[in-house]
């Protein structure tokens, strides 16, 4: 190798480590989105695959942006070659809870079958999406459900009435498939007292916006209705 090639590699060599240098690291970027937008609550800032472009959680969603923290952009990192969606695996594991924690005395309790595999279900009873995911439901066996009551009245301003017959009826996991299914009104008495409004509070904490939203065993978090089969794979999945 003759001298010259040497010095340009040595040169080069020097650029690409001032190069990395130069680089922030994520507590830096974590530092320059509190300077650049003080009004953002950043949960999490993390490395990407892609040099000098950083995974920014915030508000329960996932952005990107690079050292200086100015610009961000939203959307899908892709690992083609893998055919990988890197940003809703990340979503999913960023997302998920500690089911350990959750106050399940506040939850309808039913159990389907031996009830080994478990879901924990936050549900609007005026809800389409709820209804059509209940219908699916209805063909799942050996799970145990939680059914967390969680009217959003600023859609449907009858369903915390719902909810609350629904919690007050004799049998509530039946009155709530009679609702939700047949469209049969619970006559329940409105006078007892409910989890509904702690529910809100704890939904409000988990930064649950829509329904249905619900937790596997595993603790991810899945958001709106799913088929049978897709909801007996996530169960087998989560129960491993």
Not at 52 to 78: H, K, P, Q, S, W
Not at 79 to 87: Q, S, V
Not at 232 to 240: E, M, P, T
């Amino acid at each position: 190798m003759n001298m010259t090639l040497k010095a340009c590699l040595s040169a080069l060599s020097f650029s690409l480590c001032s190069i990395s240098l130069a680089h922030a690291d994520t507590n830096t970027v974590t530092q320059n989105i509190k300077k650049n937008f003080p009004d953002i609550q950043v949960q999490s800032v993390n490395n990407t695959p892609i040099p000098n472009i950083y995974e920014v959680y915030m508000d329960g969603e996932i952005v990107y942006t690079n050292d200086d923290a100015r610009y961000f952009f939203l959307g899908n990192l892709v690992d083609l070659k893998n055919k990988t969606n890197l940003t809703a695996e990340r979503q999913q594991e960023l997302s998920k809870i500690d089911v350990k924690t959750l106050p399940l005395q506040q939850a309808i309790k039913q159990v389907k079958g031996n009830g080994k595999r478990v879901i924990y279900l936050f549900s609007d009873p005026d809800c389409p999406y709820c209804h059509e995911l209940e219908k699916e439901l209805q063909q799942v066996d050996n799970v145990t459900i939680y059914l967390f009551l969680f009217p959003l009245t600023s859609l449907h301003p009858n369903a915390q009435n719902i909810a609350t017959q629904v919690w007050c009826s004799k049998k509530p996991y039946q009155a709530w498939e009679n609702y939700v299914l047949h469209g049969k009104q619970p006559n329940a008495s409105t006078t007892c007292t409910t989890p509904i409004q702690k529910n809100l509070n704890l939904g409000k904490q988990l930064q649950i916006d829509s329904t249905p939203t619900f937790f596997l065993q595993n603790g991810h978090r899945i958001s709106g209705a799913r088929s049978v089969s897709e909801i007996n794979q996530l169960l087998d999945d989560a129960a491993k």
